[in-house]
């Protein structure tokens, strides 16, 4: 079964900075994508960093510079590492994970993943 638990979240200032972290257990495919989706209350679900198997990444506009995915095989973690946050990125982020996407492009959309964590709220407050 697979599972995904994402931390990290919380409360910051205009400028501050966050680590979320996302446990993965029971993945067993040796070839495969995951992704940072966030929604804010209203909105619907935007994908924000992606990372496949082949190291390949991909970032929506707004954050690109800012943030950035990682992955820790080793651990079976996926980060992102959040710098120079805004208001506007206040937001509840979720894990998502699946096989690989072969289609960089497709990584950020939401329809490419079956296995979702519950995400964790990150709020920035200006």
């Not at 990372?51 to 800012?66: A, H, N, Q």
């Not at 992955?71 to 120079?84: C, E, F, I, R, S």
Request: contains cysteine; aromatic residues 10%.
């Amino acid at each position: 079964q697979v599972q995904l638990v994402e931390s990290g979240g919380g409360s910051v200032q205009a400028g501050g900075s966050l680590r979320l972290s996302c446990k993965v257990s029971g993945f067993t495919y040796d070839k495969y994508c995951i992704a940072w989706f966030r929604q804010a209350v209203g909105k619907e679900r935007e994908g924000v960093a992606a990372i496949g198997s082949d190291g390949k990444t991909r970032y929506t506009e707004s954050v690109k510079g800012r943030l950035t995915i990682s992955l820790d095989n080793a651990k079976n973690t996926v980060y992102l590492q959040m710098n120079n946050l805004k208001p506007e990125d206040t937001a509840m982020y979720y894990c998502a994970a699946d096989e690989y996407v072969p289609l960089v492009v497709h990584r950020l959309l939401p329809a490419a993943y079956n296995y979702w964590g519950p995400g964790t709220q990150v709020t920035v407050s200006s």
